[in-house]
């Protein structure tokens, strides 16, 4: 958004003494206090002129002093606001309670403590890991426990500075529009600390760790998803595993002494937790080769083929095998989906063909817009249900729910960045999970003298040659990105708009692309399909984030969007052809001419990372 009247030097200064005025913790507090007593409103304004927004995501920020940054303060506000909301809004959420959860990042468990203690200061039941924990237990424990909410201190895979705040609903899904906004309201409604106690979990009587239950409870859920438990103790493949300095170790080994694989080769410099994130800049498996140098490094030393990294809050899952030339293929986000999908309708075929209480309603499985189109082609070819949400796994779990209340079985989802959906005991990404299931898989295949990428070849040969081609551009100004997206959908000339149109000017999409005639346009921001008889899109539109689909005549589909957590300008491309290397080839040069007509990154000087 433009800072279109930025707060004046006296706006700024009150802001600042309103913040030390609320923050009790000292480092915090005197940071603030020093740069108001120098009145040192330019290094002053960025920190406390603006608060943290609460979204569907929570919260993710840089790590400091201010009500723009993670910290003591701003994390106990926003805990008020979720509970003041579910106070309102669950009529038994005292008794039903809250999970609450964290990672191994700097602050996080100050931050889970202080989260705990304003709902048992409000008389809220609350069930608290006393553990560090992979993001999934919490949502897992939400729906276990039937719990009114639940929440997880971490950042993901963001840069080692960064902390966050992640809310899930009484479903164990990440919260929709209109809840975030309503929490947002409750949070500026309740910005006085109602306390700030560090060791209330240890002492209040509404405070219990059902950790070690849940755990369980969640392995027990999994071994559902194994068919070869029997036999996976013969090792056909050896694996090795980084978890990223993450705290997905211990949950990667449960998951396969459950599937009774044997253990898994674990890189050294990698496996324990650790907050700086020494040996990567971005602690994030989805980079690529990069990420995964010393993973290479140590599969290379042990004759390990197959190589699984989970991100720091395990939630995530990149895989590597080792083709026989001796280089290592990364699959991408799309790749693992359609192996993973072959694999559950395989695992529910077998399971019926083994007899005893089969489930008989019809199968689903869903991924999201941005994901490559080959899981409609399967279901197409297959006979099972597919459903297409926007991106997020906000959309595809709450969609999955839908489906199960409408008579589905949602047995997998997936959207490309690495997030996998496998069964139904959670319902948001999981990163153990699908270890688990791969592992299994790899090693029958193995055993078999087949890999994880002829698999990936035959599934190609089965249902056609897709590819995708992902990237993104750099950009920090909100106006600019608007600016950009503005002249894809009008123009860089504006002309008027035909009288009663609901737009303001003229729409002028691009005609073609790469040479190929654009035949589809649906724009998720303005609120426009020329597929629709109304030219009204049938998925969810919103004006807040940048979202465009274009398809061309050759049949590739591309899309533009925003990014909610980071200053990225994301695209999307797929292309399907008769030959795997035809469609890359020609989506190449679909991508190419996309990125000069529509992005234009020399002119408005974008940060390039493919």
């Known amino acids: 958004m433009a800072a279109a009247s930025a707060p004046t030097g006296d706006a700024v200064l009150a802001a600042a003494r309103e913040y030390v005025a609320l923050d009790r913790n000292a480092a915090t507090r005197d940071a603030i206090q020093r740069l108001l007593d120098a ?35 701003t994390v106990i506000q926003a805990s008020q606001g979720v509970c003041a909301y579910y106070l309102d809004t669950v009529p038994d959420f005292k008794t039903r309670g809250v999970v609450v959860g964290h990672d191994h990042r700097h602050n996080s468990e100050a931050f889970a403590k202080l989260t705990a203690a304003v709902f048992a200061s409000k008389g809220v039941r609350v069930y608290y890991y006393n553990d560090l924990v992979h993001t999934p237990l919490v949502p897992f424990g939400t729906t276990t426990l039937n719990a009114g909410c639940g929440i997880m201190i971490t950042a993901s895979h963001n840069p080692k500075q960064d902390n966050g705040y992640k809310l899930y609903a009484g479903n164990g899904c990440q919260i929709i529009s209109p809840h975030d906004k309503n929490i947002a309201e409750r949070i500026e409604q309740n910005l006085i600390p109602w306390t700030w106690d560090y060791d209330l979990v240890n002492t209040s009587p509404l405070v219990s760790d059902p950790l070690k239950d849940i755990r369980d409870a969640y392995y027990a859920a999994l071994l559902k998803q194994s068919i070869y438990r029997e036999t996976n103790s013969k090792s056909n493949v050896k694996f090795c595993y980084t978890a990223m300095h993450g705290i997905g170790l211990n949950a990667a080994v449960r998951a396969f002494k459950t599937f009774g694989l044997e253990p898994f080769v674990q890189t050294p410099e990698q496996v324990q937790p650790d907050p700086d994130f020494p040996t990567v800049a971005y602690p994030n498996p989805e980079e690529g080769k990069g990420a995964l140098a010393l993973a290479m490094k140590c599969a290379d030393e042990h004759g390990a083929t197959v190589i699984f990294a989970n991100d720091p809050d395990a939630d995530r899952l990149a895989i590597a095998e080792k083709l026989p030339n001796g280089s290592w293929h990364i699959f991408n986000g799309n790749e693992i989906g359609v192996i993973i999908a072959s694999f559950v309708l395989e695992t529910m075929r077998r399971k019926q063909e083994a007899g005893g209480a089969a489930d008989t309603r019809p199968l689903a499985m869903l991924t999201t817009t941005v994901s490559l189109h080959m899981l409609k082609q399967m279901a197409k070819q297959e006979g099972f249900h597919f459903v297409e949400t926007l991106t997020g796994f906000k959309w595809l779990g709450n969609r999955a729910i839908d489906l199960e209340a409408a008579g589905y079985n949602v047995v997998f989802a997936y959207e490309e960045a690495i997030g996998f959906m496998v069964g139904d005991a959670v319902r948001d990404k999981d990163g153990v999970s699908a270890l688990a299931v791969v592992g299994e898989w790899a090693n029958h295949l193995a055993g078999q003298g087949k890999t994880l990428h002829g698999h990936l070849m035959s599934l190609y040969e089965k249902y056609g040659y897709f590819t995708s081609n992902n990237g993104y551009f750099i950009c920090h100004e909100q106006p600019l990105i608007n600016a950009i997206f503005d002249d894809i959908r009008y123009g860089k000339t504006r002309s008027p708009a035909a009288a009663g149109s609901a737009f303001p000017h003229a729409l002028k999409y691009p005609e073609t692309i790469g040479g190929s005639k654009v035949t589809w346009v649906r724009d998720l921001t303005i609120g426009y399909d020329t597929a629709e008889a109304d030219h009204k899109p049938t998925l969810p539109v919103s004006s807040s984030a940048q979202m465009l689909t274009l398809e061309l005549e050759n049949g590739a589909l591309m899309t533009l969007r925003t990014s909610g957590t980071e200053p990225k300008i994301k695209y999307y491309t797929e292309l399907r052809a008769s030959t795997l290397d035809a469609a890359k080839r020609d989506l190449q040069a679909v991508v190419d001419s996309m990125i000069d007509i529509c992005l234009r990154p020399t002119e408005f000087n974008l940060g390039r990372t493919a």
Request: net charge positive.
């Open 39 to 73: 009145a040192d409103v330019d290094r002053l304004r960025p920190l406390v002129a603006s608060r943290l927004s609460f979204g569907t995501a929570g919260l993710r920020a840089e790590m400091g002093a201010g009500f723009s940054r993670m910290n003591e303060l």
